[in-house]
């Protein structure tokens, strides 16, 4: 079962009840005081004011956060799938029996390593496709690390390309599970939206309780693509593995 800060599908529900209560609170409060004044002294605007501001600016920082991210992800596939391009055209140029092991290998490699994105949040499906991926990374370059007969440059040059695909997919796999917005970045954004929230419920006449979810579902909204944005494994905001689709169609399509 994914957590909240996996699936903004979860997320967004939550948050907006949450601030829709705090919403309400607000209004309770406000129901409580002896004036009946609509209109909200001038140090409670510039509190309610400040609180706003302070949202606004961090809700920005967030999003510009997430987008960063998202952008980076997206350039790391495409790097991946230029490295797995390279690699495969490298086996061109080793002897056989190598060249052939090495494009089984490859051919059996990519499948795997689309598959660790396929699998959302199926931590045990992503496991298998991150130690089977692994498991051919080591194949693939004890093949030419321990081939017999002199160095050549031809193989350094495909030890080179098959070095750049493993790092890559180290550096695809932290962005996928670790390169995130920081949860004490979430616990903030979430305690300023509550406080927000209360304040303009306690802003806002009883008489108009339809006001009192506008802010809470804009805020929730705003929160839950930013999460979205920010979550690899789950969502609508993905990243589409289109060219390593295509690398995969190639490696597919090229005669034995």
């Not at 130690?131 to 194949?139: I, M, V, W, Y």
Request: charged share 20%; hydrophobic share 50%.
């Amino acid at each position: 079962m994914p957590s909240a800060l996996d699936s903004p599908l979860i997320f967004g529900p939550l948050v907006i009840l949450l601030l829709v209560a705090a919403g309400w609170v607000g209004g309770w409060l406000r129901s409580r005081q002896a004036s009946t004044s609509d209109e909200a002294p001038a140090p409670f605007k510039t509190l309610e004011g400040a609180v706003l501001g302070l949202l606004s600016l961090l809700l920005g920082f967030s999003f510009a956060m997430a987008v960063d991210r998202y952008d980076h992800r997206k350039g790391l596939e495409l790097d991946e799938a230029n490295a797995i391009g390279t690699t495969w055209l490298r086996t061109g140029l080793l002897d056989e029996p190598e060249r052939t092991a090495a494009r089984d290998l490859l051919r059996a490699y990519v499948p795997v390593r689309l598959q660790f994105f396929s699998a959302g949040t199926d931590r045990k499906t992503v496991e298998a496709s991150l130690d089977r991926a692994t498991a051919l990374q080591g194949e693939l370059w004890n093949l030419e690390a321990t081939a017999s007969g002199p160095p050549t440059v031809f193989r350094s040059m495909f030890l080179t390309s098959l070095n750049d695909c493993i790092d890559i997919s180290e550096k695809r796999t932290a962005a996928a599970f670790e390169d995130r917005v920081p949860t004490a970045v979430w616990l903030l954004l979430l305690f300023i939206s509550f406080a927000a929230s209360v304040l303009v419920g306690v802003s806002l006449s009883m008489r108009s309780p339809a006001l009192l979810l506008v802010v809470p579902l804009v805020m929730g909204a705003t929160l839950t693509l930013i999460l979205d944005m920010d979550s690899p494994r789950s969502g609508f905001v993905t990243v589409y593995q289109s060219s390593m689709q295509r690398i995969a169609a190639q490696i597919a399509n090229t005669p034995r």
